[in-house]
């Protein structure tokens, strides 16, 4: 990457920063009522209108799969507010002739993370049956969900790498099924994705510069305020397989789907003083590219029924050292209101400032440094009544962040949920779920005072069959 591009990773790296409560990353797996419930141990036993989202194979069984289907689920994300704090990472020091030799760990500031509220609507739709031959049906359906999107609001001096953003992604997925004698289904889709935001932030970037005549070192205090929005595309495969009534195999596969987002950035640029020497501020604006993968995901599962108990167990892998996390780039940058002694070079070597941003070392705030590849295990119980479903799940969900380093502040997570489905009639079914992620912070950057992170979702759910 070349300096220019690595030049607006301080402005707008934090646009898919999740906070501590976030599992995968910045990736949220629990779309539906079902899916919150039992945490996305739900691909195997996928049956409704929601299997198009998490296993389009599976629209073929279930005792509903000769019914349309519509459910509208609606989720609450909550995460309560903390006060943390932030060791290293960007950290604001003054500006000497001498090389720091402070070891960046060992600097320590307060932040505190307003408390987050976020309502995300679902909307999910099977067709029924439609046979080709005695042994050959076909489905197809159809998905609106939110894979990711939050707003953020941290204050204090450690939390103002984060100080006000808001970003949403929405992503339809239309997708069709052919399944074969009730034994063997496969199914396929297109993911089509578009996403917008807004990002206010701080951010204090480590510099080596000779602007005076003398090496100095210090950080260059960074305040952006930017909008960007894009289109991304992919695909998903499932295949299911029931060797017997009761017990059904499956594997689904997410595509990568790169985000292609664009928009503008304002940036203010304070170098501050070397003694009583001004080092002088800059304005910048340019045209924004950011390119972010949603990381390709891999599921096996296998659901077994004993009786009216369904068990599941899901293994899932996400695929995040393939993914470019953020890539970033600007075009046809403009400099001005230059102050101090970066304003008096400004004049008489006009271009001194472009050159003066390439000094900084913005891979000290790059966020999406040496992600690895992250396993989730998830098991799920449902027990199914008369006229009503009971769910319970468990969930451990690794981070893909390294620890200990300036980054997406995250951690491994372990995850809680329940819900209750209810048959009103023949055409109507209503239900809640909850589910609750904690994570034990205390080898992130960013250390809440209690030393656990929090994830709260509520989902309430409408289907509507015929």
């Not at 943390?84 to 030799?101: A, E, L, M, R």
């Not at 939050?150 to 204090?156: A, H, Q, R, T």
């Not at 950011?290 to 096996?300: G, H, R, V």
Request: hydrophobic share 40%; with cysteine.
């Amino acid at each position: 990457m070349n300096k220019r591009s690595k030049k607006i990773y301080f402005a707008l790296s934090c646009v898919l920063c999740s906070n501590l409560a976030f599992a995968s990353g910045y990736r949220l797996a629990e779309q539906s009522l079902n899916g919150t419930a039992l945490n996305s141990a739900f691909v195997a036993g996928a049956y409704g209108a929601d299997a198009s989202y998490y296993n389009p194979a599976n629209m073929a069984f279930g005792k509903d799969s000769d019914k349309f289907e519509f459910e509208f689920d609606a989720t609450l994300i909550y995460v309560p507010g903390f006060d943390f704090t932030k060791v290293g990472g960007d950290i604001k020091q003054d500006i000497s002739n001498i090389p720091s030799t402070t070891d960046p760990k060992s600097v320590r500031v307060q932040g505190y993370a307003n408390a987050t509220k976020q309502f995300a609507p679902k909307f999910f739709f099977k067709s029924k049956a439609y046979e080709l031959s005695e042994d050959t049906k076909l489905h197809y359906g159809l998905s609106l969900t939110t894979p990711q999107g939050l707003n953020m609001n941290w204050n204090k001096e450690g939390g103002g790498f984060m100080d006000d953003l808001s970003l949403a992604i929405l992503d339809l997925n239309p997708v069709i099924s052919l399944t074969y004698q009730d034994f063997i289904s496969v199914g396929m889709g297109a993911s089509v994705l578009y996403s917008w935001g807004d990002f206010d932030n701080t951010l204090n970037v480590p510099f080596t510069s000779n602007l005076v005549g003398t090496t100095m070192y210090g950080t260059t205090n960074v305040t952006q305020t930017s909008s960007a929005k894009g289109w991304g595309v992919g695909y998903n495969l499932a295949l299911s397989i029931k060797p017997a009534s009761s017990t059904t195999i499956s594997m689904t596969y997410r595509s990568k789907r790169a985000l292609n987002m664009k928009g503008n950035l304002n940036a203010l640029a304070q170098m501050g003083k070397l003694g009583p020497i001004d080092i002088g501020s800059t304005y910048m604006d340019a045209n924004l590219k950011l390119d972010a993968d949603l990381p390709a995901i891999f599921n096996i599962a296998l659901a077994q029924d004993f009786g009216r108990i369904r068990a599941e167990f899901v293994y899932e892998r996400t695929f995040w050292s393939n993914a470019n996390i953020f890539k970033f780039g600007y075009s046809n940058a403009l400099f001005y209101g230059q102050t101090g002694i970066l304003g008096s070079f400004e004049q008489a070597m006009p271009g001194t400032t472009a050159s003066q941003m390439n000094s900084a070392d913005y891979n000290a705030v790059y966020y999406g440094q040496g992600w690895k590849d992250s396993n989730a295990y998830r098991l799920g119980l449902s027990y199914f009544g008369d006229d009503y479903t009971f769910m319970l799940s468990f969930a451990y969900d690794e981070t893909p962040t390294p620890q200990g380093v300036f980054g997406i502040p995250d951690a491994n997570a372990f995850m809680f949920g329940l819900g209750l489905r209810k048959r009103l009639s023949e055409s109507v079914d209503v239900g809640l779920a909850y589910s609750l992620a904690v994570k034990d912070n205390r080898k992130s950057f960013i250390q809440s005072h209690d030393g656990w992170g929090e994830l709260h979702l509520v989902t309430a759910g409408f289907k509507y069959l015929f």
